[in-house]
């Protein structure tokens, strides 16, 4: 008796372990579970300390006083506000993920023209060429 979610070969067979053929794995695009729970444990975390990060990134941008910790001076820090966008950024980067670059080209991979029409009149199409 054969289980309808049994993995087969290409021609149909049942899938036995050890033939070096792939099973069908993630859908191409999908998350794993583990990036998955990383990134909402993550969510949380930033969700959770909304207040304190806020107050960490300016305290970094602002700088620190110089400050006695059990009879030591521990010292302060220079404002650094580029630090703070970057650590920022960083920050930022689990909350939306970063969007990819797309170059767009013009016909046959040739440069883009771009036609702006201030009179507002239509102007006659030209005909598409084939790229072959």
Known sequence: MSSPDKQTTPNGEPLRIGTGL????????????????????????????????AKWLAQ??????????NGKVVPGRAPDPASALLRLEGLAEFAAPKLSRAEITGQGGGPLTVVINKSGQQRPQEPASDPD
Do not use: I, Y
């Open 22 to 53: 792939p099973g069908p794995g993630r859908p191409k695009g999908s998350e794993n579970k583990a990036t998955k729970a990383f990134r909402e444990t993550v969510q949380r975390l930033l969700e959770d300390n909304e207040a304190n990060v």
């Open 60 to 69: 970094v941008a602002e700088g620190t006083k110089s400050r006695r910790v």
